[in-house]
Each structure stands twice: as C-alpha cells, then as structure tokens.
C-alpha cells in the first residue's frame, strides 16, 4: 500500500483530499492529513477508511522527521515559503513532493540534489500558477512543432463569483483571500513587453490600464497587467517574444471603480489610521478628503474623483455602505485593513453561492508567413462552498499529478514545474473529465 | 584660544566656515576643517591665518578620536546617519556639538549622558529643520505667554531659483539636492490634522492636493504637504491643537506639471528601465504609455493625462525636451535616475543665477475669545554660488550657534533642538543682521 502524506488540511485542500480517498482503493493508497489544527484535518478525512486525520506540526524537524518516514509521496500545502525544509527532508529520505505554490529561488537551488536523489520536486501545479502554465505550454509547444513563430502571448486568469450567485453592482465577491485581492498591484510596477517595445505601469494607472476580452457563453471580462509578466519569457522558452502579457480578470465596470479607492490611498498598508477604532465607514472616507465645513463627504468625493452622479461607479461605491455611520471597528488598523472589513460586509459569500474560475490565452504566430491566432479558454464554476472552483483547480492538479507519479507514468526527477510535456498532458487529460476542459478556436 | 573642529567641507559649509574664519580674530578662535576631500577643505578655508584645512576620514574611529582631543567646539556636517559616533566620542571628552540634521531615536537616547557629561549636543539648526524651529516658537511662545490658545499651525519653506534668476516655464531649478526633489513626496502618505480631523494624501494626489500662499513683494508661491506634520505637535508642545500642517513651497502652476511625472511612473526609483542605456527621451516617457502604432508619443501623452493642448502644463513638459530623440545615456538606471537626468539638463543653475529661500508661518489662536491671525515671513536670496541662500540658511545658524555656545551665552546642555528661547533668540536676532528677517503681519 502507497502511503500519502498530505501536510495541510485549509480551504485549499478539500478536492484534493477527496480525490485522494476517492481513488484509494483502486490505486491502492492510504492518506495520512496532518494539520496543526486536528479538526481541521479530520473534517476533510471525514469516516473514510483510506485516510487518517492527526495533529502535525511539519515546522517541527523532529516531528516533521519521524512523519515523512515510509511515505511514498507528500504534498506540502504550507504557506509558500514554510515548504523549503519539508522538501530538502523528502530529497534526504528519497520521497516526491508536490507544492502548488510559487517556486522560490531557494527550490531552484535543491535542483541538482533532487535529481542526483532521484526525487521529483513539483512546484506551481495548482491553478495560477499551474493550470495556466499547462494550458499555455501545450499550444506553445504545438506552435513549436509546426514551425510557427511566436508574436505575442498574452494571458489572463481571475477568481470571480459564478454568474448564478452573481447579484450585487461589482459583479465581484470574496472567493479568495481578501487581503490579496485589497492589496493587489502593489509593490512595484506592471511590467511587460509589446510589440518590442517594454512598458511599465505604475499602481495609480494600474486599473485604468486595462484590456477586455470576451468568452463565448461568459460574456465581457476585463484585465489589469500583473505585476511581472518579462519572466515568463525565460519560463515559457519565449526569449526574443515582441509581446508578453499576463493579467487578472475580473467583471467589466470593477476596475474603474476599485481605482477610486487606490486614487484615494485607502488600499494603504503602510501606516496605521488614528483612531480607526471609533471611526465609521464615513469617517475614513473622509481622511482621504480635504477639510471642508459646509459641503459632504459624498459631494467632495464626487468632485475630488471626478465622478459624475449618474456614473455606474457611484452605485457601485454607495452600494458598499462606504458613507455609512457604522463603526469599523478595528484598533490601529492600515486602511487597507479598514477597506477590507468594509468590503467584507459586501463581497462576502452567501450560503449557496458558487465561484467561477476564468482563464484566457491569446496566441498570435507566423506559420508559413501568415499571422495566425488562437484564443484558449476555461471557465470553471465551483460546486459548493467546500468543493469550490478555486479548490478543484488548485487541488485537482495535484492531486492528479500524484497519482500519476505514484503510477509511474510521470518519470522526471529534479525540481520542477509543469511544462513538460510528459506533466502537462495527462494531467490535462484527466482535468477534462473534471469538466476543466480548454475551449480552443482559430480567429481569423 | 579657542579651537574649532568643523567635519565636513561640501556645499552647505561655504558660508559657515566663512562665518567662522571672519570672526576668529574677535572671538580669539581657531578652525580646523576637516574632509575626507582635502581639496574642498582647502578651498573653503582659502589663505586664512585662522583656520587650516586636513584630510580628514571622521570614520576612522582612532584618527577621529586623535582629532577631537583640545577642541573646544565640533560642527558635524557630516551626512546624517553618520554624527552618531562623533557625538558619542564628543561626550565622553565633554565637547559641545553641533549638527544642522534632523535628530535621530538614537541621538535622542544619548540625552541624559550628554546632560551628565554636561554637554550639548544641538540638532536640527540649520534652516528646514533649524530657522523653521526657532521662528515658529518664537510665535508660539509668545501667544502661549498672552494666554491665547492655539487654533492652527501651518508652516512652508521652500527652496528656490530667486526672481531675478528665474528664466524657465517651471519657475523652478535645482538650488539643492536634485535626487531629494525627484523623490520627494515617496515613501508613504502625508499625514495632517485639520480641524480636529486626522487626513492623509497617498502620493498620487500629494500634487493636487496643494495650498497657495501669498508673499508681499514676493508673489504667489504653493505648497505641498510634508510627509508627517502630526509629529511636529509633540516638537512643538502643540498636542491638542486642531490643525497643523507643513509643507514645502514651489512657484505657481509647478505641483499640476509635476503631477504628470508622477502620474506616469517616471519618478519610481524601485527598479531598473530596461535598455536605459540605448533609450531616449522620448523613449522614456514611450515606457509609460500604452503601444500604439499610429498615435505620437505626444498625442498619447496627452490623452493619457488629459492635457489639453493649450494648458501650460503643455509647455512645461515641452520645454523639459522630454520629446526629444536624445540619449539618456545612464546604464541600468530607475526612472527616478533617468527623469533626474533630463530635468538636470534643463534646470541646473547658470553661473550668475541665484537662489531663494522663502519660509511662510501662519498662526490663528483664540485671545480672550477673539480669533487672530498672525502670519510670519522670510525671504533669503543668495549671494552667488558658493554663498547661496541654501548655504548662508543652513550655516549661519549653525555658525551663530556656535559662538553662543563658546561665548557662554548658550549654558543648556543635553541632546537639543532650538525651540528653547535660550537658544532661539539670540541666534534669531544675529541671523536679522545678515537680511534673514521674519516680517510678522497680524491679519484680520
């Protein structure tokens, strides 16, 4: 019997997990979850015979240790940057391991030991990073094959509300974390390559600087540049690539009204408001506008944005309660803490809502001296508010990628991340049985 | 006689040293200047009799150390994180000091050994921090003194290219630091109380956000808020007063064409330009906007930014030659570098232009409950460039300090600023003979 260690047991690993009992018998696996939290842990083993729920502390090395003896394979779901010392066990005791997270310059570094250990390290094989990757690289990969030259790239991945459980003016609610979304595009500026020439985009342009796209049977969405798209060029092979273009997406109309408050500074996370304790929704509002005795926060705001009265932007702002006289209740919080409690009163989840997962690519490629291109598409709506979109699309392809390992059907060692196509195609194959399946058309 | 040290011979030590040198027959006085530059000492003390010019490496703890021994008196002008160690040594051989910078934590902590080793350890007395100190608690302690209570406190100054030298459409040139006057306004938003209510201005609108003053003779100057005014209510002894805000002046119409830089990302100094070696400036702005195949650089500015083709901002950003085809020239550089580049290429000083200092107070208090206004002002220009008005502001306070503290009139001892009138009024009334007057005017 192959026995699974899983090292995790959040949001993020609920499909997963499933997937791992689901498949014990026929692939002959046991399912070891370990969590810090037991409970948290044990919800997801459930009364299943194929796996068993405990208290697990993986920062501890002597814990970390004794566990990882005997496993046939583990699947870290660590905050990113707590995988390294799981992973430089696994290659001392010869184990595969699986990460769906960004791969760090640290992992980088483990590449030579992993292989001379024989052991496979997989990186970025959850959805963004990892679907997208494996979407991208097996058109890539045929554009290479035919003997087309690479134009332009351009790639778009949001975590959005499902269109059934999509009912308030933002077309926008929290499917993931909301720190993340309130603190996104900042830390630098949007970087990318078109037509040859590079172009950078501050924060205070972020959202103004968007591209839209359409998806047959999903309607109009809208991206805004992430924030480094140039590296993609080395990970992709796409070196002398003229164009080079990764973004989020999210609902047309979001981004023109989420720059509102950028434009205030009310997504700072560098300093602490005074008194945000007592302060009301109005009242931080407010300490983005300029004193003035005889006219309101909503009229200042207004003139101070540039907002007309009958802007879609207004409902959307107003929508949110943002001039109400309750009380955020947050002692020495950053506005961006503020902000968040503010739109957490909002975008929150019902009890029956679905999210969506949206992905885009655009290929665009000389073949015999004719510009080709090739729009590539996936949307992804979750089941429920255990099994959601952003579970199944992180989870599944980990999980997927496991068994194939197990099987013996992925050989590669060495620290990796999925685009080869060795990786890609099965677990594509297998995501499509999921429902994860690419549109792909030729546009002409 | 009495033995002067000074560390440190660049720009702002011209007129101090010069100080120092014409009043060392009378005061019974001799200077050393030391600098890691033996040229730049040599030059500043000249041929004078009183004074002698070495090389000197104030980091260097032994030759530091060595130096200090018999000297009555040091001026560090060193940069500001480095007086720490000169000031340590300082008390331990009981020698009064004296820095123009701003007082670090660290400084603060060494009070009451300085108080113990009876010595005085002066900060922040040269003109921003330093004449701003000394001409608003002149104020502030005389209201305190008639029984009012103070309403609000604002406060400018404003470095600058004096009338006569001022030929350009930013009315505007580098008299100072030209890296400090790119990033200005970076590194977190502006934080002021106004009315009672705490209001902060994120970068992206810091330029927008501006105040205009009046001086008689002078004209119309505007000011943008500093980084953190609600510090100054502590300095200041002003914890409950509703308003306090300070800020820096630039001429008319400077702060809306500014804004457009930061606007377009091209004052960020958080990474590195691709190609800057190769780029021109039209290049360079290109980076910012949006590939376009048929529209001018010039035409999507201008959309981008909403400048109208008449607006005077027009001619500002013309005139910089930002459009032009010529190189930058700098090798992996941050746009910070490369736009410093261009504006230092349009508003470097000419060899006769002068500069300006203008300083602008206003005080309104309730006096026997009736509202009064009281606004305090000082303009400087300077004599030529060695003597400018950056140099004479900076160090003849310095300077004046000095020679109160080795005549006696200065007895207070311990980690200083000058808001006590012991210090303030003395120096205040010599800094009247060299034209540094404040004109007071009660405004109804």
Same mark, same amino acid.
């Given at each position: 019997?192959?026995?699974?260690?899983?090292?995790?047991?959040?949001?993020?690993?609920?499909?997963?997990?499933?997937?791992?009992?689901?498949?014990?018998?026929?692939?002959?696996?046991?399912?070891?979850?370990?969590?810090?939290?037991?409970?948290?842990?044990?919800?997801?083993?459930?009364?299943?015979?194929?796996?068993?729920?405990?208290?697990?502390?993986?920062?501890?090395?002597?814990?970390?240790?004794?566990?990882?003896?005997?496993?046939?394979?583990?699947?870290?779901?660590?905050?990113?940057?707590?995988?390294?010392?799981?992973?430089?066990?696994?290659?001392?005791?010869?184990?595969?391991?699986?990460?769906?997270?960004?791969?760090?310059?640290?992992?980088?570094?483990?590449?030579?030991?992993?292989?001379?250990?024989?052991?496979?390290?997989?990186?970025?094989?959850?959805?963004?990073?990892?679907?997208?990757?494996?979407?991208?690289?097996?058109?890539?990969?045929?554009?290479?094959?035919?003997?087309?030259?690479?134009?332009?790239?351009?790639?778009?991945?949001?975590?959005?509300?499902?269109?059934?459980?999509?009912?308030?003016?933002?077309?926008?609610?929290?499917?993931?974390?909301?720190?993340?979304?309130?603190?996104?595009?900042?830390?630098?500026?949007?970087?990318?390559?078109?037509?040859?020439?590079?172009?950078?985009?501050?924060?205070?342009?972020?959202?103004?600087?968007?591209?839209?796209?359409?998806?047959?049977?999903?309607?109009?969405?809208?991206?805004?540049? #992430?924030?480094?798209? @140039? =590296?993609? /060029?080395?990970?992709? %092979?796409? &070196?002398?690539?003229?164009? *080079?273009?990764?973004?989020?997406?999210?609902?047309?109309?979001?981004?023109?009204?989420?720059?509102?408050?950028?434009?205030?500074?009310?997504?700072?996370?560098?300093?602490?408001?005074?008194?945000?304790?007592?302060?009301?929704?109005?009242?931080?509002?407010?300490?983005?506008?300029?004193?003035?005795?005889? #006219?309101?926060?909503? @009229? =200042?705001? /207004?003139?101070?944005? %540039?907002? &007309?009265?009958?802007?879609? *932007?207004?409902?959307?702002?107003?929508?949110?309660?943002?001039?109400?006289?309750?009380?955020?209740?947050?002692?020495?919080?950053?506005?961006?803490?503020?902000?968040?409690?503010?739109?957490?009163?909002?975008?929150?989840?019902?009890?029956?809502?679905?999210?969506?997962?949206?992905?885009?690519?655009?290929?665009?490629?000389?073949?015999?001296?004719?510009?080709?291109?090739?729009?590539?598409?996936?949307?992804?709506?979750?089941?429920?508010?255990?099994?959601?979109?952003?579970?199944?699309?992180?989870?599944?392809?980990?999980?997927?990628?496991?068994?194939?390992?197990?099987?013996?059907?992925?050989?590669?060692?060495?620290?990796?991340?999925?685009?080869?196509?060795?990786?890609?195609?099965?677990?594509?194959?297998?995501?499509?049985?999921?429902?994860?399946?690419?549109?792909?058309?030729?546009?002409?």
């Amino acid at each position: 019997m192959k026995q699974i260690l899983v090292i995790g047991a959040g949001r993020s690993s609920s499909s997963m997990i499933k997937y791992f009992l689901d498949n014990a018998v026929q692939e002959n696996w046991f399912v070891r979850v370990g969590d810090m939290d037991l409970k948290l842990a044990q919800e997801k083993v459930g009364n299943s015979s194929h796996g068993e729920a405990f208290a697990f502390n993986a920062l501890n090395p002597e814990e970390r240790w004794k566990e990882l003896q005997n496993k046939n394979l583990v699947v870290s779901m660590l905050p990113a940057h707590l995988h390294i010392e799981v992973v430089k066990d696994c290659i001392k005791l010869g184990i595969d391991i699986i990460t769906p997270s960004y791969i760090s310059n640290e992992m980088k570094e483990l590449h030579q030991a992993a292989e001379e250990a024989n052991v496979l390290v997989m990186n970025e094989i959850g959805v963004d990073p990892g679907m997208d990757h494996m979407s991208a690289k097996k058109i890539l990969d045929d554009i290479e094959q035919m003997g087309g030259e690479m134009d332009s790239f351009e790639s778009f991945t949001g975590g959005l509300i499902a269109p059934e459980s999509d009912n308030n003016p933002w077309n926008y609610k929290f499917t993931w974390n909301p720190r993340n979304v309130v603190l996104a595009g900042q830390g630098g500026a949007a970087k990318f390559i078109q037509n040859g020439q590079y172009k950078y985009i501050p924060y205070n342009k972020l959202f103004r600087r968007t591209e839209i796209i359409e998806i047959d049977g999903y309607g109009k969405f809208e991206g805004y540049a #992430n924030r480094d798209s @140039l =590296k993609y /060029r080395s990970v992709y %092979n796409l &070196e002398g690539i003229p164009t *080079i273009y990764r973004g989020t997406l999210r609902r047309v109309g979001f981004c023109r009204a989420w720059n509102m408050f950028v434009q205030l500074g009310a997504t700072d996370d560098s300093y602490v408001i005074e008194g945000s304790e007592n302060m009301t929704h109005r009242d931080f509002i407010n300490s983005f506008l300029a004193y003035d005795a005889h #006219n309101s926060v909503e @009229l =200042k705001l /207004r003139y101070y944005l %540039n907002i &007309e009265q009958d802007d879609y *932007i207004w409902d959307k702002l107003e929508w949110l309660g943002i001039f109400s006289n309750e009380k955020v209740g947050l002692k020495n919080a950053t506005p961006a803490q503020i902000l968040q409690k503010i739109l957490e009163g909002k975008w929150s989840l019902e009890k029956d809502d679905k999210d969506m997962i949206v992905m885009w690519h655009k290929f665009t490629y000389k073949l015999n001296n004719v510009m080709k291109e090739i729009h590539s598409s996936m949307v992804y709506i979750g089941k429920d508010q255990t099994y959601t979109a952003m579970s199944d699309t992180v989870g599944l392809p980990v999980a997927i990628c496991a068994k194939l390992i197990l099987n013996g059907t992925i050989q590669t060692k060495g620290v990796q991340i999925p685009i080869l196509k060795e990786i890609y195609e099965p677990v594509m194959k297998e995501l499509e049985d999921f429902g994860m399946k690419y549109v792909e058309k030729e546009v002409r």
